[in-house]
């Protein structure tokens, strides 16, 4: 039996992204080596780096006055690194707390700088997105915003209700799954092992102007830096960006980011759709109007019939389907690469197990 | 023909560990995913995750004292995490000066805290190690020494010669290629990228006395999180720790670290002594004694025999020569992966292109 996965991330990648990385695993471009073998200084690794930036700015619309970066250190190092470049002069960092990620951003910005909650959702357990009522002072460094909170299975449905000078998203779990507007952004970050790639690699996109030099931050930790040096400040993440390019390039040709979300649309509508026909037998974790098109979060009615569901998913060949512990249930993830074909056997496999189970 | 290839890293990997992994590509352990489409909770992660670790610490005969990290950023990350882990307490830093990237690490270090350099060797424009006649103090932080110069190509010969409560050790070029005495140091790291694996993840090896939780220090720039959290406080990059794990395999199936020294003296030997027999054709860098077994850097007379050198090792299949560009002529990194083989071909082209060009 063929498996199928959703997980929440480290996750499937196209197919065939895999097969091609696989024909070109013994001999990159005729030179004998994988290109992980090969000098991040060489040519053969310069194409990919250059590609990679180039399929970035197009997919997503990029404009001039923005930067791509590729770094290391998971989304998670980008909670320390934007506030040690941009909480200076005075100034405060404002975040909206939709979840456990942007809670987490916000706790480590607390460590580094002045800083405070403008927004939080979590009176709601976190299942609803709050109003969009903060109005941006001068004395902000930045608002903090994570588009998607893949914990929760929550998701702004329309990111321009935010405007600030410097808005700065976390996007870990939805960038390239629809179309964005990166005129609005100060700056965008995403850990690429959700609809990226494989984990090792995070994307920024930056505004330029926020490139600006500051002796005190180690280079490392510097945008401006990374920046400077066109990603290549020390070793990059090579095969992660590598793969990353590939995965770009099965963007491309499938569509772009409206094609990807369209499909994410009816994927996940297949699913939320057995949810509310479910009559409360699935009940879905976020309210509708924030339900996610990534992580569709649900809970059955009791323990007993939760450790059935994942016991009887995996002899159906379903994994990946455990929710986070701080919400429990299930969350099927169902980034870029999950196809629909999936989405569909798992709306199958949860309305059989319904009739057998419910009453 | 045959390429062989000798770059400064990221680098060749052995061919069985490239084997493997395309054995284990589509379907790693009956699960129809490569382990990088893995959650990295999941148990088929996990058994590589701790096996790496016990293979790191079974070859390097790591006590019980010392802990093994597997962390993001590069060698270059611990520059600064280093620093702001360790300077407090109106503690200094003191730095052994001994090439470009330990340079680098003291002019980090000076952005975050109090440091100084303890001993130089600049005035050998980095071709000889300097006398070791340094004398601990109370109050330094830790002493940070460089085991092998990358760039310039020395390698402390006897690195017994370093005696400090605080020992750091940048061992990025030529870890896992001799034995060493971890009960020494304080803290060991080595970008993965020469002999230890793809780029992307870094091994830290740490006495656990120095694992103190500084709250100001964020999260994922600690190295008391990553040990509590087993290296797993974020998204690891997974597949370059899979790749690790399987040159540790395969360093142990060759005879761990005494065989690697072994071979690596050999390797070494005959390009060391095509340079010595050369009568000055080729000139090498470092002063004898102080000659890297990982690094080989040698000059020719002149700017055109060093254009026809790399022009005609590339015809005879010879790549990955090309100096530092801050020490010019050449480089042959012979890492662990590099067989004898090849620095075989090496030494006979060297000793060809004299026979043809030098008088
Ligand atoms: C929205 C969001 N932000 C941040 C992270 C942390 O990413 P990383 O593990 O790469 O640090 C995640 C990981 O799941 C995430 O979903
Ligand atoms: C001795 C040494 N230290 C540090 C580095 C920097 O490593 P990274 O590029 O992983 O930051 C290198 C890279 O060549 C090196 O040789
Ligand atoms: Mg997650
Ligand atoms: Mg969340
Ligand atoms: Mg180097
Ligand atoms: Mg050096």
Known sequence: MTRIYFQAGPTTLPKEVMQQAKEEWDDFL?????????????????????????????????????????????????????????????????????????????????????????????????????????VSSENDAYLHITSNNTIYGTQWPDLHAFTHQNLVADMSSDIMSRPISVENYGLIYAGAQKNLGPSGVTAVIIRKDLLQENKSVPSILSYSVHAKNNSLYNTPPVYSIYLLNLVLGWVERSGGVIEMEKRNHNKAGVIYDTIDKSKGFYNGY?????????????????????????????????????????????????????PQDSCDSLAQFMIHFQEKYGK
């Not at 053969?44 to 990029?62: P, S």
């Not at 250190?73 to 470049?85: C, D, E, K, R, T």
Request: with cysteine; aromatic share 8%; hydrophobic share 30%.
């Open 30 to 134: 005729g030179t004998g080596l994988n290109i992980m073998e090969h000098s991040h200084r060489g040519s053969e690794y310069e194409g990919i780096h250059e590609q990679a930036k180039t399929r970035m700015k197009r997919l997503l619309d990029i404009p001039d006055t923005h930067e791509v970066l590729f770094l290391q250190g998971g989304a998670s190092l980008q909670f320390a690194m934007i506030p040690m470049n941009f909480i200076q002069g005075g100034k405060t960092a404002k975040y909206v707390l939709t979840g456990a990620w942007s809670e987490k951003a916000y706790k480590e910005a607390q460590k580094i700088g002045s800083c405070e909650a403008a927004i939080t959702g979590k009176e709601s357990e976190y299942r609803t997105l709050p109003e969009t009522n903060y």
């Open 286 to 338: 976020a309210t509708p109007e924030s339900r996610s098109n990534m992580n569709i979060t649900f809970t059955l009615p009791n323990d007993e019939l939760e450790k059935q569901f994942i016991k009887e998913s995996e002899a159906n060949g379903i994994y990946g389907l455990k929710g986070h512990r701080s919400v429990g249930g299930f969350r099927a993830s169902i980034y870029n690469a999950v």
